[in-house]
Nanobody, 126 residues
Framework: QLQLVESGGGLVQPGGSLRLSCAASGFTLDSYVIGWFRQAPGKEREGVSCISSNGIFKDHADSVKGRFTISRDKAKNTVYLQMNSLKPEDTAVYYC???????????????????WGQGTQVTVSS
């Protein structure tokens, strides 16, 4: 069974940092584009960041550029989202998702992904 599991969420003060992890079971992430998405209460889900299967190409939403970094660790079969300089508006449930390595284009704006995790809550508040 193919599964994605997010972890690393929590409560952090504005200006703080968190690192989210997206781990896979039942398959290796090497052949997949991985995206991070988030959904705040009362809002539509939006794309945050994505990374190509080889880790070379990355894209970020304008709202997180310069603050969030996406990376992948092949040995650990895990993709990370490093979030720095967090703001209250970053509060949301964060999801990771996977789709074919052929589909890197528009991987932030296009939410057509084959596999999704259950999400992890990130709350930015003083």
């Amino acid at each position: 069974q193919l599964q994605l599991v997010e972890s690393g969420g929590g409560l952090v003060q504005p200006g703080g940092s968190l690192r989210l992890s997206c781990a896979a079971s039942g398959f290796t992430l090497d052949s997949y584009v991985i995206g991070w998405f988030r959904q705040a209460p009362g809002k539509e889900r939006e794309g945050v960041s994505c990374i190509s299967s080889n880790g070379i190409f990355k894209d970020h939403a304008d709202s997180v550029k310069g603050r969030f970094t996406i990376s992948r660790d092949k040995a650990k079969n895990t993709v990370y989202l490093q979030m720095n300089s967090l703001k209250p508006e970053d509060t949301a449930v964060y999801y990771c998702a996977a789709r074919s390595f052929r589909l890197f284009g528009k991987c932030v704006s296009d939410q057509n992904y084959a596999y999704w995790g259950q999400g992890t809550q990130v709350t930015v508040s003083s």
